[in-house]
């Protein structure tokens, strides 16, 4: 067995000895997630676009700082373990960098898949009225959410890519979904034919109207559900949808749970952030979408030939390359030749 394919049988961070990573990696994004609703973000307020910026930031520099760690962590460790090192021709160094590369092209993935995602909040958000002020706090618990369904299929996903028929699966429908993406027109959102909402709103009782920045009141000593809470369940829902693309695309960046569900988690953190400094300018990159398309088609074929056609292993660095160009590339043209819009879908962000 060559030392490629011999890597690719064994994990790096096995659940077992990492169990304690997992536990301490999810209890810090608790924590800085609490920071951030009860201390920055504890009085509702319309986020700007400065604000909006810095937190970008902030949330960006924190995944490059984790994954500066984890390198360091993996130079270090790697040599320690006797079942790495008796891997003919196995380098730590080399090892340590694929894993550095390998986080920072599925946070970029992730990161790109959500751009694509905001016209769908910005819609949801326009269909139920929800203005400015309140929208961070349904982002914020929906991104809870996310984070335990992200997790539920990572989990899922680490124990089906052991057979290769699955990958092969996997990969043929990324291709599939890619090809429907570049051939089929803008999805139109219709919260009010969801099955699940269509469901709640028959066994719940929704108040006609917002209530502040709560999901419950009580009205007559009735306990009934904002449209607050409704909007929220329907961003879950969706989010579920964008899941069932994105966790089978960073598994064709690696094979690691570890760096997909640290990669993912880091991904989906800055999407609040990220949505109020672009949902406004959303429309301008038209073109995305067929730039996703063509990463999605891209990492598809990694999953059905490319890896094989490499020994196992389709070069990372090479991978990284072609979804950082192909989004550049995409955000560039959209700039270059911008889409006219009627002029009624010129304030898509509004209040």
């Known amino acids: 067995m060559s030392s490629t394919a011999a890597l690719q049988s064994i994990r790096l961070f096995p659940f077992e000895n990492y169990w304690w990573f997992y536990l301490g990696f999810t209890l810090l994004v608790i924590g800085l997630l609490a920071l951030?609703?009860?201390?920055?973000?504890?009085?509702?307020?319309?986020?700007?676009?400065?604000e909006a910026g810095i937190w970008v930031c902030i949330w960006v520099s924190l995944a490059m700082l984790f994954n500066f760690g984890l390198y360091h962590y993996s130079m270090w460790r790697f040599p320690l373990v006797e079942e790495l090192m008796a891997i003919p021709g196995f380098d730590p160094a080399a090892a340590a960098k694929r894993v550095a590369l390998e986080f920072l092209t599925g946070y970029i993935l992730e990161e790109s898949l959500s751009v694509d995602n905001m016209f769908v909040f910005v819609v949801v958000f326009r269909y139920f009225a929800?203005?400015?002020?309140?929208?961070?706090?349904?982002?914020?618990?929906?991104?809870?959410?996310?984070?335990?369904?992200?997790?539920?299929?990572?989990?899922i996903g680490s124990v089906l890519i052991q057979f290769q028929w699955v990958m092969i699966l996997f990969g043929v429908f990324l291709i599939i979904t890619g090809f429907k993406m570049m051939f089929t027109g803008d999805e139109e959102v219709h919260p009010e034919k969801n099955f699940v909402i269509r469901l709640f709103r028959r066994y719940v009782p929704v108040t006609p109207r917002l209530e502040g920045q709560r999901f419950f009141v009580v009205e007559n000593g009735k306990r009934m559900a904002t449209p607050l809470l409704v909007c929220l369940l329907f961003l879950e829902m969706t989010d579920i949808l964008f899941a069932v693309d994105s966790v089978p695309a960073i598994f064709a960046v690696t094979r690691e749970p570890l760096i997909v569900y640290t990669s993912n988690v880091f991904a989906?953190?800055?999407l609040r952030s990220l949505f109020f400094l672009l949902a406004g300018a959303v429309h301008l990159f038209h073109l995305l979408k067929y730039g996703l398309s063509i990463v999605l088609i891209f990492v598809g074929l990694k999953m059905v030939w490319l890896n094989q056609?490499?020994?196992?292993?389709?070069?990372?660095t090479l991978s990284l390359g072609i979804i950082l160009g192909v989004i550049a590339a995409s955000i560039v043209l959209s700039l270059i030749f911008p889409k006219k819009l009627p002029v009624e879908e010129n304030d898509l962000g509004g209040d």
């Open 36 to 50: 951030d609703l009860g201390v920055f973000h504890r009085k509702a307020h319309a986020v700007g676009m400065k």
């Open 130 to 155: 929800i203005p400015r002020e309140f929208q961070h706090r349904v982002l914020f618990f929906g991104i809870l959410g996310a984070l335990v369904f992200r997790g539920a299929f990572i989990a």
């Open 268 to 270: 989906i953190l800055g």
């Open 309 to 316: 056609l490499y020994g196992g292993h389709f070069p990372i």
